[in-house]
T-cell receptor, first 112, second 111 residues
Framework: RKEVEQDPGPFNVPEGATVAFNCTYS??????FFWYRQDCRKEPKLLMS???SGNEDGRFTAQLNRASQYISLLIRDSKLSDSATYLC?????????????FGQGTTLQVKP | EPEVTQTPSHQVTQMGQEVILRCVPI?????FYWYRQILGQKVEFLVS????????KSEIFDDQFSVERPDGSNFTLKIRSTKLEDSAMYFC?????????FGSGTQLSVL
């Protein structure tokens, strides 16, 4: 099983649509979870952290289900500028440090 | 806003040559990382660095790779004898805790 698994898409949606991305992770000891956004041939940029209670940042809502080892990202009222690849990222703790493990990403294309 | 800077943005080299990729992490960060991304594939962990030593490395990070923090600001990745399959985008990242902040990357092309 992959450490972090995402549906690669692409998701093609019209402007204004609501779209949801899912992600599963294999290591039940993982403690921190993030969604990063990556534009074509650019560096990943932190979109938001994911907390157990769920959290919202404007049009973006992230949810975590530890029992199912499942993370989601919901984007409401999607904009053309939301077109990007969304990376599900999970930490893997080892000793005193952690490293982040990236999913392969889900590509979103928002069309006018 | 402070940022991670990487140089060069593009590096073309011949197979078997040594390359050094340079990074200046954000100044008050303590953890440093190198990741790479082969075109069309996922971002892969290479190595983490803390307290002036490697804290973890992946299987990719073999004897051909090394990292250094030669002074208080720079963090370098050296590939001793490049192979065709080393062609990728190499991202440096730094972190105060677990949130990583990435540089804009060095695109390495090995011919």
């Amino acid at each position: 099983r992959k450490e972090v698994e995402q549906d690669p898409g692409p998701f093609n949606v019209p402007e204004g649509a609501t779209v949801a991305f899912n992600c599963t992770y294999s290591n039940s000891a993982s403690q921190s979870f993030f969604w990063y956004r990556q534009d074509c041939r650019k560096e990943p940029k932190l979109l938001m952290s994911v907390y157990s209670s769920g959290n919202e940042d404007g049009r973006f809502t992230a949810q975590l289900n530890r029992a199912s080892q499942y993370i989601s990202l919901l984007i409401r009222d999607s904009k053309l500028s939301d077109s990007a690849t969304y990376l599900c990222v999970v930490n893997k703790v080892s000793g005193n440090t952690g490293k982040l493990i990236f999913g392969q990403g889900t590509t979103l294309q928002v069309k006018p | 806003e402070p940022e991670v800077t990487q140089t060069p943005s593009h590096q073309v080299t011949q197979m078997g040559q040594e390359v050094i990729l340079r990074c200046v992490p954000i100044s008050n960060h303590l953890y440093f990382y190198w990741y790479r991304q082969i075109l069309g594939q996922k971002v892969e962990f290479l190595v983490s660095f803390y307290n002036n030593e490697i804290s973890e490395k992946s299987e990719i990070f073999d004897d051909q790779f090394s990292v250094e923090r030669p002074d208080g600001s720079n963090f370098t990745l050296k590939i001793r004898s490049t192979k065709l399959e080393d062609s990728a985008m190499y991202f440096c990242a730094s972190s105060p805790t677990l949130k990583l902040f990435f540089g804009s990357g060095t695109q390495l092309s090995v011919l």
